[in-house]
């Protein structure tokens, strides 16, 4: 099924989209079981935020308290003063953790969700701002992506830096802007299989499984060999 975390790629290339529609598998050289102190750290900090905001939440897994200790002493004032963020942001607001949403045609998780308010904040964890400090563009399509799936207006991601030396909750992405709902429309075609499936070969596809497949397929085909021609004495045998 098509997963929100990937609303950016299939914006890109809807191509990507109908191969998870039709259960193509990713290709083997895609798939990684690669894992080290920042991710770990991420998944803490996750955690550290959620249960801040009074979320009810499964037990941190040691594995991930043991894999980011190098980096676990930042944590807590970085954690504080996200926590003091949001709430500052949004008093008041009752906020649920990894709440799973499927509608048929994609899913996602979120990250904090306030259902009355219609609210969604997602985390990240990140070495530096995005370019420019705006949103980077693959997260602007997942927020759209969980306001699909969840009908929240007001969308945020909230960046926690990896070495514990800031937080920064981005501006609010607003459905009252008619620029974003043209956008959420868009992409609410391409989740649903409105628009037909299209390769555009570019900078999103080095973070497409299939991009090795797709690239092949849209280079430029060789033509045959001509033959070597001799240049001899003023003229050139061989052309016709």
């Given at each position: ?114 259902e009355e ?60 802007n008619r ?52 240049f001899c ?8």
């Amino acid at each position: 099924m098509l997963r929100a975390s990937e609303a950016w790629l299939y914006m890109a290339c809807p191509q990507a989209a109908d191969k998870v529609r039709k259960g193509e598998a990713y290709p083997e050289a895609h798939k990684s079981d690669f894992d080290n102190e920042y991710m770990a750290f991420g998944r803490c900090a996750h955690h550290a935020i959620q249960e801040g905001l009074g979320c009810v939440l499964e037990p941190l897994a040691d594995e991930d308290r043991i894999m980011a200790e190098p980096m676990l002493p930042k944590l807590n004032q970085v954690t504080a003063n996200a926590i003091d963020m949001v709430k500052q942001s949004y008093p008041g607001a009752e906020w649920i953790a990894e709440t799973e949403h499927n509608n048929g045609n994609f899913q996602g998780h979120t990250d904090l969700w306030c259902e009355e308010q219609g609210i969604v904040i997602d985390i990240k964890t990140c070495t530096k701002l995005p370019s420019r400090k705006t949103i980077a563009i693959e997260h602007y399509w997942q927020l759209l992506a969980y306001s699909l799936l969840t009908g929240a207006e007001t969308l945020h991601i909230l960046y926690v830096h990896s070495g514990g030396e800031w937080t920064v909750l981005s501006d609010k992405v607003s459905l009252g802007n008619r620029d974003v709902r043209a956008d959420r429309y868009s992409l609410s075609l391409v989740l649903s299989d409105k628009v037909l499936a299209f390769r555009s070969y570019g900078g999103h596809c080095s973070k497409c499984p299939w991009c090795s497949v797709c690239r092949v397929a849209l280079l430029p085909k060789v033509g045959e060999v001509t033959k070597p021609v001799e240049f001899c004495g003023g003229s050139f045998e061989g052309l016709g």
